[in-house]
Every structure is written in C-alpha cells, then in structure tokens.
C-alpha cells in the first residue's frame, strides 16, 4: 500500500498555462505518513543523475512514519497537458527549524540510475563502447538506447569504480551523451538526440533586450524560463573554418610496424561549387587506426 502526500504547490506568475499545476509524491514503503508537500525542485544534466528535492511542512513523529535511506520514491508532476513521472531512491533527510519554530522536512532523491554506483572489477575485450553499456543496463535491467560506435577496443577496464563513473568515461571517449531517464538509459550522439525529440520538445519563451539592456524583473517574468546554458553539441567547432585538424598517434599492431607513427587528416571545408556538406558529429581516426 503506498500513501500520495497531498501538496500545495506554488503558482508560477509568468506563464498561464501552470494555473492548476500539480504535483503527487509517493512512498511506497511509508503508507502511513502525514505530512503536507509545500514544494518541489527537479533538477536534471547530462552526464549527472537526476536530483530532487521535496519540502514537508512538519516532522513525522511516530515509529511507522519514519522516512529510511534508499526508500523508493515516486513523483508525478504535470503542468497543462504535460504529464510526467519521476522514480528515484531516498538518499539523504534533513529538518530546518525556523526562528518562529516552524518545521520543515526535506528529503533528497537520486533518480533510478542511483543502481549505479554500485562498483566492480571486470574486463571487457574486443568490444565497443555501446557493446559495454547495453551489457551494463542489462545487469540492472534499465532499457538502453544506444548509437553504434566504430571503434572496437581489444579492452575496456572496469578497474573498481562505479559502474555510473564507467559510462560517464565512455561518454568523454567516445563524445556520446550520457543520460538516464527513469529507467531508460540513453547513449547516442547529442545531434541525434536534438534531430530526434526536435518535434516533439516543449518551447520556451526568454524575455531579453535586443539593445544588450538590463530586463526588469517584471518584464523578463513574463516568459516562461528565466535563464538558460546552451549546451554544446558533439559537432566540431571548426565545421565551417579554413583548417586541416589533425590526429596522431601510434599503432597497436604486431610485427614490423608495431609503434609507428601514424597520422590522419580531416580536410577543410572547400567553399564555391566544389563544396562539401559536412559531417555531423565527432571526428573519427582513419581506417589504418583501427586495425590489428
């Protein structure tokens, strides 16, 4: 039996569409609990766990109400026709009293990929990046979407971190994003992401002064985000620019040619009638890199 706390969110001033907004936190292993939700904070990033944070009024004070670590958490939020479901773990509690005796109890929740910063020991051989992490999800049966990487490694270390740390170091390598939604993992390129939920994605409106001005408070409410980091697709940066980039390293192989120099180029862009269309995502070593 799982109790829904009731909650008394707070209206946001700057968009009409959150007028009966609500949100319903569930603790599957507290039924009892009965405490009033005052608030609410989700907070999501790349390559990070998702991070909430919930606002009781008031302290449980009975035995069958107590709130424990790693206790399952389920929080349903919508706003207008958006609709959406947050499952995670309890991983800290605190209370704040104030100067007026007011309690508060707030409880800090890791999403579901919490499951991993479990640690181990492993060797993955002749396998590629996306290979480890669809067996990772596997393990803690999380679905995988995953994207195809062309390098296969003849070994990938699991040297006794986190299996959590292990796919944020695949990520960097390989220039994929890192993401887990619930219990769906995502390991792609960060253009196929964009290309892919481009349709589908929620707009918002930011109020700013064409001029480079300071935006009153009042006016830069009434958009629907009042600010933003733009985050940087794995797309080269010197896409459209005059210069050759290029890649050196030595080789793995065997026999006579083991530890020699080698060397690629990524052309530049050519402008005029011969140009090319270039490619989207990271650059890739040439085919001599890869073999034995």
Known sequence: MASSIPTTPRPFVWASNVIGANFYVTLPKT?????????????QKQMEHDFAVIHLKGKPYKLETQIHHNDPVVITYQSGKLKSTFNGYV??????????????????????????????????????ADQVVSQIC????????????ARVRNAIVHSGQSYWQLLRSLAFQTGHALRCDNTTLTFVSKDKITLTKKKSAPYFVYIDNPNGGVVPEGLRNLGSITNFTP???????ETHSNVDRVITGRTPSNGNAKGKAIKTTHAKVNKGKSAQKPSRGSVKPSKDFFKK
């Open 138 to 149: 596997a393990k803690f049966h999380l679905s995988a979407v995953v994207q195809r990487d």
């Open 91 to 128: 991983h800290a509690i605190r209370q704040v009293s104030t100067i007026k005796g007011t309690t508060e109890t707030i409880i800090e929740v890791v999403g579901a990929s919490s499951v991993l910063k479990e640690t181990a020991q492993k060797i993955y051989t002749k396998t590629t």
């Open 31 to 43: 039924p009892k609990l009965e405490l009033l939700a005052l608030g609410m904070e989700i907070y």
């Open 231 to 237: 985050l940087i697709s794995d797309a080269s940066p």
